[in-house]
């Protein structure tokens, strides 16, 4: 028996997790960017705020039908402030009103520049905010493999090892010129820096919970695979880091195409750990 079921049955969740998050901290990445950028090249980064835009209402679309019925929505809200999921639905529903509200309002005929940089500084909180209320989001207690702090501390740091890699896509789409000195090689450098944290999370996870067990069956034969999905998820993000790393190291900068094959690559490592999340779900009671 293992947990293969249950995470390919919330295989829209496992999708929201993987995409959203990261979507979210791209999007202030990019948008401290289009802060300091002047003219045309503001234009460009504000406009390519899309792409992160997209990621996060990809994620969060494919979330939706979880709800089941559209009318669960308005009880969802009615919880807030006393549900970490209703919590994360306002959250999220925040963060793509104030980046919708931003990117739209830059088409206005005679758009002012402080309405642009208010709009934005919004949404960048926001997006802040949605990265929280996510990580948070699954603190239940009666579910023992997810009431720990592994699962918080995880989740931001697949948010800060996928959302640097996308932002830098999103960036060399819209020809950021400081994507060709330090700033690439910083983007990269904390992605890195978050895997090497994130990796070392998953392995103290793995020693703190595969061991559990309730009456039916142990975390370990729930997720049987799980020291192979920390090596697949791994293997993936280093490969997609350093498919933009070699361009940045032959001079040539990141290419449109290196960029999305590395966001693919690093988005395919954290669907594997959101996957095996969802394999590791146990009850205190009986039931998986």
Same mark, same amino acid.
Request: proline share 3%.
């Given at each position: 028996?293992?947990?293969?079921?249950?995470?390919?049955?919330?295989?829209?969740?496992?999708?929201?997790?993987?995409?959203?998050?990261?979507?979210?901290?791209?999007?202030?990445?990019?948008?401290?960017?289009?802060?300091?950028?002047?003219?045309?090249? $503001?234009? @460009? %980064?504000?406009? #390519? &705020? +899309?792409?992160?835009?997209? /990621?996060?209402?990809?994620?969060?679309? *494919? !979330?939706?039908?979880?709800?089941?019925?559209?009318?669960?929505?308005?009880?969802?809200?009615?919880?807030?402030?006393?549900?970490?999921?209703?919590?994360?639905?306002?959250?999220?529903?925040?963060?793509?009103?104030?980046?919708?509200?931003?990117?739209?309002?830059?088409?206005?005929?005679?758009? $002012?520049? @402080? %309405?642009?940089? #208010? &709009? +934005?500084?919004?949404?960048? /909180?926001?997006?802040?905010?949605?990265? *929280? !209320?996510?990580?948070?989001?699954?603190?239940?207690?009666?579910?023992?493999?997810?009431?720990?702090?592994?699962?918080?501390?995880?989740?931001?740091?697949?948010?800060?090892?996928?959302?640097?890699?996308?932002?830098?896509?999103?960036?060399?789409?819209?020809?950021?010129?400081?994507?060709?000195? $330090?700033?690439?090689?910083?983007?990269?450098? +904390?992605?890195?820096?978050?895997?090497?944290?994130?990796?070392?999370?998953?392995?103290?996870?793995?020693?703190?919970?595969?061991?559990?067990?309730?009456?039916?069956?142990?975390?370990?034969?729930?997720?049987?695979?799980?020291?192979?999905?920390?090596?697949?998820?791994?293997?993936?993000?280093?490969?997609?880091?350093?498919?933009?790393?070699?361009?940045?190291?032959?001079? $040539?900068?990141?290419?449109?195409?290196?960029?999305?094959?590395?966001?693919?690559?690093?988005?395919?490592?954290?669907?594997?750990?959101?996957?095996?999340?969802?394999?590791?779900?146990?009850?205190?009671?009986?039931?998986?």
């Amino acid at each position: 028996m293992t947990g293969f079921d249950t995470a390919f049955n919330e295989i829209t969740l496992v999708l929201f997790t993987t995409l959203a998050p990261s979507g979210a901290v791209a999007y202030a990445i990019m948008g401290a960017a289009a802060l300091r950028a002047r003219g045309d090249e $503001r234009k @460009r %980064v504000s406009g #390519a &705020l +899309l792409v992160p835009f997209l /990621v996060t209402l990809v994620g969060l679309v *494919a !979330s939706a039908t979880h709800l089941g019925n559209p009318d669960n929505a308005l009880y969802v809200f009615s919880r807030v402030g006393a549900s970490p999921l209703s919590n994360e639905v306002c959250a999220a529903v925040l963060f793509l009103g104030a980046s919708g509200s931003h990117w739209l309002y830059q088409f206005a005929e005679h758009a $002012r520049p @402080r %309405v642009q940089n #208010a &709009l +934005l500084g919004a949404a960048i /909180v926001a997006s802040f905010a949605f990265l *929280a !209320s996510v990580a948070f989001a699954y603190a239940s207690r009666t579910v023992v493999t997810w009431d720990t702090p592994f699962v918080p501390v995880a989740l931001c740091l697949n948010a800060l090892v996928g959302g640097p890699v996308l932002a830098l896509a999103g960036l060399r789409f819209s020809r950021w010129s400081p994507l060709a000195g $330090r700033a690439g090689g910083a983007l990269l450098a +904390l992605s890195l820096t978050a895997l090497v944290a994130n990796v070392g999370v998953y392995v103290a996870q793995g020693a703190s919970v595969l061991a559990m067990r309730n009456y039916l069956v142990s975390v370990e034969q729930l997720v049987p695979t799980y020291g192979a999905m920390v090596l697949a998820f791994c293997l993936l993000a280093v490969a997609g880091l350093a498919v933009d790393a070699a361009g940045m190291l032959r001079g $040539r900068g990141v290419s449109k195409a290196s960029a999305a094959t590395a966001s693919v690559l690093v988005f395919a490592g954290l669907f594997v750990m959101r996957f095996a999340f969802y394999m590791m779900h146990m009850t205190y009671g009986i039931s998986l």
